[in-house]
């Protein structure tokens, strides 16, 4: 921690003091980083055109010879990155004190997604991995700003540092994280004509010619002849304060932390300014770190494999001149079979032609033999073994071998081959948890800052692990429809880095799943049709979900606002009575086709009348609510139910012969109920009795009264399975009547959307 910064003398200019730390310490970081040399020719490696050492290159460019690069180097390079970016970590907030809750925790977690969304925080992830990929070390920071030129509210943002050796921390530090950090420096290079148009007021930009010299020698690191280094310095100091004990009234000393930021050119400060939290916010990000000597060195995937694929280079290139150097196969014949021929001879090595002339015979007629080729074979199996050598040392260097990089040989089994596609993720594995370490140190920032920043009462935007956004009000703000209050300036939280698949990866994973269950468990697509429509990525699967949602069960029915929630055995009860309506018409239905006139008329007046008895009591389910209203509901249920027992449906109609000579019983009278708040009642025309006409002689036979009898019957069950569907259109889902091709009633469903 810092101590004894040093206070200006009494005639000393406290920002003069403050310029020559900022210089000392500047330099003081240069002269601990030499270790960055080494990470700067890794990265310049990974340029395929520069792979060559410079010195060598220019010799053999000089004898017209090639230097070949094969980038064998950039596969390794790109299977980790890619890697990374396929899982990408995310930031999860805890609650771990008192004042917190789990609610809070997800609206902090929402607003970091927004945070990093707002910034493009993937750009700056991406950029500090690559770093930390190859040359052994990246950075990122946060930063805040205010939300707009018009507005009072600042927000957080997680910034970029595109050039990793533009930024310097405290060499100190020995954390991976830089978490115990107490200085750091973001510096940018301006021209001098960007200088002067962002800083017009400052000493170096109004400086003229003549003195530009005089003022860059005050600070030669800083100021060039065409350029303006400009940095933000970020410095952490402790403050002494004395603590009380609320119990005991006792008193110590203790101390709290300040971090101040200056912006500078190293001759003057340009800005200044307080940050809200007490770390300093710049994070690095860290390949492989040794500690040799009391010195801490970093390196990146590269600096392994930078030799073996130098001499992969060398032998290829050495392979390619064998090659080309191996001369061609020359004719060997008599003179005189190309006497005559030479210009066509003298090409034979220079073009494909169709054919060759020669001379068959002399002079004399004597044949003289065709000429032949003379073939010679370049040496180069030595060469072709080293490459190969030359790659398994690069494969070894960087942990990753030919799983990993999608190659398979036909004799790995499958086994085999995830076996080396683990071990090389493991071998690389340092990368990635390296990085958790310094995300969960940004997440830490930012979760420490939210309290400071978002202080007011403000709506704000955060989203959710499913990429939907919502609008939530925080400290007394409250947005449409929201019920809780979100105080985010109480409470205790933490910051832990998780990584896995995306979310959208998540769903296929959830939609497979469910799709299997549908095949071994019946009825899983009615009650679970609408979770898995909402897993589908289409245009259209929001209103499937909607419309699904509407056809499922009432159990499984979301509650609307203000709806209560009818006890389990009220529910049991009504489960029960729709099933006693179906059986009643599937009974109803029977008795059309199977029994005689008499015993169909007494069925059918009795079987209206149970089910009139029924719509009533749905009818005062439907619109009863409240403990009381159930009570008394119980109680008509029971002896509705002791009604349905004592005429014998279950055991299929009654027994006694007086009992078929009754009249059909009356649908009880519902009790007035003047305290019951009543929601819609439901209205029903009274069943008048057909007024009969007595017809002119001669008289109607039995079978025309029995028909008009029948018909009278029928419309008096229509009409009371009429009314069971509005009740229970009021009470759960949308039902529908079904009649069958004569017209005639044979239950009720529900009706989707």
Same mark, same amino acid.
């Given at each position: 921690?810092?101590?004894?910064?040093?206070?200006?003398?009494?005639?000393?200019?406290?920002?003069?003091?403050?310029?020559?730390?900022?210089?000392?310490?500047?330099?003081?970081?240069?002269?601990?980083?030499?270790?960055?040399?080494?990470?700067?020719?890794?990265?310049?490696?990974?340029?395929?055109? /520069? $792979?060559?050492?410079? =010195? &060598? #290159?220019?010799?053999?460019?000089?004898? *017209?010879?090639?230097?070949? @690069?094969?980038?064998?180097?950039?596969?390794?390079?790109?299977?980790?990155?890619?890697?990374? /970016? $396929?899982?990408?970590? =995310? &930031? #999860?907030?805890?609650?771990?004190?008192? *004042?917190?809750?789990?609610? @809070?925790?997800?609206?902090?977690?929402?607003?970091?997604?927004?945070?990093?969304?707002?910034?493009?925080?993937?750009?700056?992830?991406?950029?500090?991995?690559?770093?930390?990929?190859?040359?052994?070390?990246?950075?990122?920071?946060?930063?805040?700003?205010?939300?707009?030129?018009?507005?009072?509210?600042?927000?957080?943002?997680?910034?970029?540092?595109?050039?990793?050796?533009?930024?310097?921390?405290?060499?100190?530090?020995?954390?991976?994280?830089?978490?115990?950090?107490?200085?750091?420096?973001?510096?940018?290079?301006?021209?001098?004509?960007?200088?002067?148009?962002?800083?017009?007021?400052?000493?170096?930009?109004?400086?003229?010619?003549?003195?530009?010299?005089?003022?860059?020698?005050?600070?030669?690191?800083?100021?060039?002849?065409?350029?303006?280094?400009?940095?933000?310095?970020?410095?952490?100091?402790?403050?002494?304060?004395?603590?009380?004990?609320?119990?005991?009234?006792?008193?110590?000393?203790?101390?709290?932390?300040?971090?101040?930021?200056?912006?500078?050119?190293?001759?003057?400060?340009?800005?200044?300014?307080?940050?809200?939290?007490?770390?300093?916010?710049?994070?690095?990000?860290?390949?492989?770190?040794?500690?040799?000597?009391?010195?801490?060195?970093?390196?990146?995937?590269?600096?392994?494999?930078?030799?073996?694929?130098?001499?992969?280079?060398?032998?290829?290139?050495?392979?390619?001149?064998?090659?080309?150097?191996?001369?061609?196969?020359?004719?060997?014949?008599?003179?005189?079979?190309?006497?005559?021929?030479?210009?066509?001879?003298?090409?034979?090595?220079?073009?494909?032609?169709?054919?060759?002339?020669?001379?068959?015979?002399?002079?004399?007629?004597?044949?003289?033999?065709?000429?032949?080729?003379?073939?010679?074979?370049?040496?180069?199996?030595?060469?072709?073994?080293?490459?190969?050598?030359?790659?398994?040392?690069?494969?070894?260097?960087?942990?990753?071998?030919?799983?990993?990089?999608?190659?398979?040989?036909?004799?790995?089994?499958?086994?085999?081959?995830?076996?080396?596609?683990?071990?090389?993720?493991?071998?690389?594995?340092?990368?990635?948890?390296?990085?958790?370490?310094?995300?969960?140190?940004?997440?830490?920032?930012?979760?420490?800052?939210?309290?400071?920043?978002?202080?007011?009462?403000?709506?704000?935007?955060?989203?959710?692990?499913?990429?939907?956004?919502?609008?939530?009000?925080?400290?007394?703000?409250?947005?449409?429809?929201?019920?809780?209050?979100?105080?985010?300036?109480?409470?205790?939280?933490?910051?832990?880095?998780?990584?896995?698949?995306?979310?959208?990866?998540?769903?296929?994973?959830?939609?497979?799943?469910?799709?299997?269950?549908?095949?071994?468990?019946?009825?899983?697509?009615?009650?679970?049709?609408?979770?898995?429509?909402?897993?589908?990525?289409?245009?259209?699967?929001?209103?499937?979900?909607?419309?699904?949602?509407?056809?499922?069960?009432?159990?499984?029915?979301?509650?609307?606002?203000?709806?209560?929630?009818?006890?389990?055995?009220?529910?049991?009860?009504?489960?029960?009575?729709?099933?006693?309506?179906?059986?009643?018409?599937?009974?109803?239905?029977?008795?059309?086709?199977?029994?005689?006139?008499?015993?169909?008329?007494?069925?059918?007046?009795?079987?209206?009348?149970?089910?009139?008895?029924?719509?009533?009591?749905?009818?005062?389910?439907?619109?009863?609510?409240?403990?009381?209203?159930?009570?008394?509901?119980?109680?008509?249920?029971?002896?509705?139910?002791?009604?349905?027992?004592?005429?014998?449906?279950?055991?299929?109609?009654?027994?006694?012969?007086?009992?078929?000579?009754?009249?059909?019983?009356?649908?009880?009278?519902?009790?007035?109920?003047?305290?019951?708040?009543?929601?819609?009642?439901?209205?029903?025309?009274?069943?008048?009795?057909?007024?009969?006409?007595?017809?002119?002689?001669?008289?109607?036979?039995?079978?025309?009264?029995?028909?008009?009898?029948?018909?009278?019957?029928?419309?008096?069950?229509?009409?009371?399975?009429?009314?069971?569907?509005?009740?229970?259109?009021?009470?759960?889902?949308?039902?529908?009547?079904?009649?069958?091709?004569?017209?005639?009633?044979?239950?009720?469903?529900?009706?989707?959307?």
């Amino acid at each position: 921690m810092q101590k004894g910064l040093g206070m200006a003398k009494k005639n000393e200019n406290p920002d003069q003091v403050l310029l020559q730390r900022i210089r000392d310490r500047r330099k003081q970081a240069e002269d601990a980083e030499s270790w960055r040399e080494d990470c700067l020719a890794d990265l310049i490696f990974c340029d395929p055109k /520069r $792979q060559w050492p410079e =010195s &060598i #290159r220019r010799e053999r460019e000089a004898e *017209g010879r090639p230097c070949l @690069t094969v980038d064998r180097i950039g596969a390794f390079r790109h299977q980790l990155i890619n890697d990374f /970016r $396929q899982n990408r970590q =995310s &930031i #999860r907030v805890q609650p771990v004190g008192d *004042g917190d809750d789990i609610e @809070t925790a997800q609206i902090r977690q929402g607003l970091i997604r927004h945070i990093e969304y707002d910034s493009t925080a993937d750009i700056a992830y991406d950029t500090a991995f690559e770093g930390q990929a190859m040359a052994g070390f990246g950075f990122a920071r946060v930063y805040a700003e205010y939300e707009n030129p018009e507005s009072f509210d600042q927000v957080l943002k997680i910034g970029m540092i595109p050039n990793q050796f533009m930024a310097h921390i405290d060499p100190a530090s020995v954390m991976p994280d830089g978490s115990d950090s107490n200085w750091a420096f973001v510096e940018e290079d301006l021209t001098l004509e960007a200088y002067q148009e962002a800083y017009p007021d400052s000493k170096v930009g109004n400086c003229s010619a003549k003195d530009w010299d005089t003022v860059g020698n005050t600070a030669p690191d800083w100021i060039s002849k065409d350029s303006v280094r400009v940095a933000d310095y970020y410095e952490r100091n402790r403050v002494v304060t004395k603590i009380t004990d609320p119990n005991t009234g006792q008193t110590r000393d203790s101390y709290r932390l300040e971090v101040k930021i200056y912006k500078t050119n190293g001759i003057e400060i340009l800005e200044r300014g307080d940050w809200v939290e007490d770390h300093i916010p710049v994070v690095p990000f860290y390949g492989e770190t040794l500690l040799i000597d009391g010195k801490l060195t970093h390196s990146g995937l590269i600096r392994g494999a930078k030799d073996p694929a130098m001499l992969f280079n060398f032998m290829k290139t050495a392979q390619a001149e064998a090659i080309a150097l191996t001369p061609k196969a020359p004719y060997i014949g008599p003179f005189a079979a190309k006497a005559g021929f030479e210009k066509e001879w003298a090409a034979a090595n220079r073009k494909n032609q169709d054919y060759l002339p020669y001379n068959h015979t002399d002079d004399r007629g004597n044949p003289i033999p065709a000429p032949q080729r003379q073939f010679a074979q370049a040496d180069i199996g030595a060469i072709t073994q080293a490459m190969e050598g030359c790659e398994n040392d690069m494969k070894a260097a960087v942990g990753m071998y030919d799983a990993n990089l999608g190659n398979r040989e036909g004799s790995q089994s499958g086994v085999a081959i995830r076996n080396l596609a683990a071990q090389g993720q493991t071998g690389n594995f340092h990368y990635q948890d390296n990085f958790n370490r310094s995300l969960r140190h940004i997440g830490r920032i930012i979760n420490n800052a939210i309290p400071k920043v978002y202080d007011n009462a403000r709506i704000l935007r955060i989203i959710k692990e499913d990429d939907s956004q919502e609008m939530i009000g925080v400290n007394g703000a409250q947005a449409d429809g929201q019920e809780k209050a979100y105080d985010l300036t109480q409470g205790r939280y933490d910051v832990v880095v998780t990584a896995g698949p995306s979310y959208a990866s998540k769903r296929a994973e959830n939609l497979a799943v469910m799709i299997e269950l549908s095949k071994v468990i019946p009825g899983f697509a009615e009650i679970g049709g609408d979770l898995m429509v909402s897993q589908m990525d289409t245009p259209i699967a929001r209103q499937i979900q909607e419309r699904l949602k509407k056809s499922l069960p009432p159990q499984f029915q979301d509650k609307k606002p203000g709806q209560g929630e009818l006890p389990p055995e009220i529910q049991q009860k009504l489960q029960q009575y729709e099933q006693t309506i179906d059986q009643m018409t599937e009974a109803l239905n029977k008795a059309h086709d199977s029994i005689d006139q008499k015993t169909l008329e007494l069925d059918v007046k009795r079987d209206v009348a149970l089910i009139q008895q029924k719509t009533e009591l749905i009818k005062v389910i439907a619109t009863m609510e409240g403990q009381a209203a159930h009570t008394l509901l119980a109680h008509e249920l029971q002896q509705a139910q002791a009604s349905i027992d004592a005429y014998g449906f279950g055991s299929g109609g009654p027994s006694d012969p007086e009992m078929e000579q009754q009249e059909p019983m009356e649908a009880p009278t519902e009790q007035p109920m003047e305290e019951m708040p009543m929601e819609e009642p439901l209205t029903e025309e009274p069943l008048e009795p057909e007024e009969y006409i007595e017809p002119e002689p001669p008289p109607p036979t039995p079978q025309e009264l029995h028909d008009a009898a029948m018909v009278q019957a029928l419309e008096n069950q229509s009409q009371a399975l009429g009314a069971i569907a509005q009740a229970l259109d009021k009470l759960s889902a949308p039902k529908r009547l079904i009649t069958d091709k004569m017209g005639r009633p044979i239950g009720v469903e529900s009706v989707n959307g």
